[in-house]
């Protein structure tokens, strides 16, 4: 992995080292006084997945060094342990996902660290402490992350790293779902299309543990029995594959599966049809994605005679809504299940060194791959 050295660091070393006086007597000459001053005022040097403009992710990324940034007094400077590679992070890189930061700016947006040292007024957080940014937060793929206090969450030391890695953006979404748009309780059913991605199998997990059972569509392919195998170990109810659902009356395949009253796609298409067709008199369906890229088409008969309702979500907007401590919480909830062993996906960890193929599987350049994660 090449790297881009800069001088900033010296830089950055000499002005401080020339602002420093007295600490605890010792003489600005000293050793010593250098050594305290540079860790309790400045990050260390950090290794950064850096890109200048807009464009595909595997042309315009770069790996680089950057120099020591200010620890304020209210900052918390934390080492970098894993991070993701979510199909948003692609998606901002490209230019493509509504919200996004402003360029030249570091990739990455969720991850978890250990915090290696704190400002004057930091109270709550210590070195060692294991934290999530929460909300997400852009700048993750570096290894040192300084940002303020307000945007750290301490976890449970005995937290998975890969789980807490990655526990906000897809679990999260699967968790507000299922709670934010009809009432479930045990018994009831929901279904889905795009079963086998993360959030996906974080539904039918989620759903099992509460006794909600589970209907699943997945893309008719290769391997197809093999993933419907996988997701029924995680608790699903029903798999089917598209091609099984080209019958006239898909409910009669539920079995004892009560009739869904809240479907959720990701799909869009024909996939999403096969969701309402499944659904119960006044069902809703909630998108939360559009990976074929092709528009819902909607019968005039779901609305008038089956009076469907269509909604969508998107967790950034949820999340900038006044819901910090809410979410917090929630992300407690969601790495106990992982604790427990009741919430789990396939994932890839992978050397923060070997970031460019971490990029090219992420983004299917060489085939299926499980999610990327990046251990630094």
Not at 183 to 193: E, H, R
Not at 237 to 259: A, C, H, P, R, Y
Not at 339 to 367: C, H, I, R, T, W
């Amino acid at each position: 992995m090449a790297l881009v050295r800069s001088s900033a660091a010296a830089a950055a070393l000499r002005a401080l080292n020339g602002s420093c006086s007295l600490i605890g007597g010792l003489p600005r000459s000293s050793n010593a006084l250098r050594i305290r001053c540079f860790s309790s005022l400045m990050s260390p040097p950090s290794t950064a997945v850096v890109y200048d403009q807009h464009g595909a992710p595997d042309a315009v990324t770069r790996v680089m060094e950057m120099p020591p940034v200010p620890v304020k007094e209210s900052d918390v400077c934390v080492k970098m342990l894993a991070s993701p590679i979510n199909p948003s992070d692609v998606n901002r890189i490209e230019g493509v996902y509504p919200v996004r930061p402003e360029v030249p700016a570091v990739g990455g947006y969720e991850g978890v660290g250990e915090v290696y040292s704190t400002g004057a007024a930091v109270k709550d957080l210590s070195p060692g402490d294991l934290v999530i940014p929460s909300p997400p937060s852009s700048g993750m793929w570096q290894t040192y992350v300084v940002k303020d206090q307000s945007m750290w969450h301490k976890i449970d030391k005995d937290s998975p790293i890969e789980y807490a890695a990655t526990i906000t953006v897809n679990p999260l979404t699967a968790l507000r779902m299922l709670e934010d748009f009809v009432s479930m309780k045990a018994g009831d059913s929901v279904v889905q299309n795009g079963a086998t991605s993360i959030v996906g199998q974080c539904i039918i997990q989620i759903a099992k543990s509460r006794d909600i059972r589970s209907v699943n569509i997945i893309r008719d392919r290769a391997g197809s029995d093999e993933a419907s195998e996988m997701l029924k170990k995680l608790g699903a109810d029903e798999v089917f594959t598209e091609s099984q659902l080209e019958v006239k009356n898909v409910k009669s395949l539920l079995g004892n599966v009560s009739e869904p009253a809240l479907g959720f796609n990701c799909v869009g298409g024909n996939a999403a049809s096969l969701v309402m067709k499944f659904l119960r008199q006044g069902g809703a369906m909630v998108t939360y994605g559009g990976m074929s890229k092709k528009p819902i088409t909607v019968s005039t008969s779901s609305f008038i005679f089956k009076d469907l309702s269509l909604r969508g979500f998107w967790l950034q907007k949820w999340m900038v809504s006044d819901k910090a401590i809410e979410c917090r919480q929630m992300i407690d909830y969601l790495l106990d299940l992982a604790q427990e062993g009741k919430l789990k996906y396939e994932m890839e960890l992978v050397p923060f060194s070997n970031f460019k193929l971490a990029l090219d599987k992420a983004m299917g350049k060489l085939g299926s791959h499980p999610k990327q994660v990046l251990k630094f």
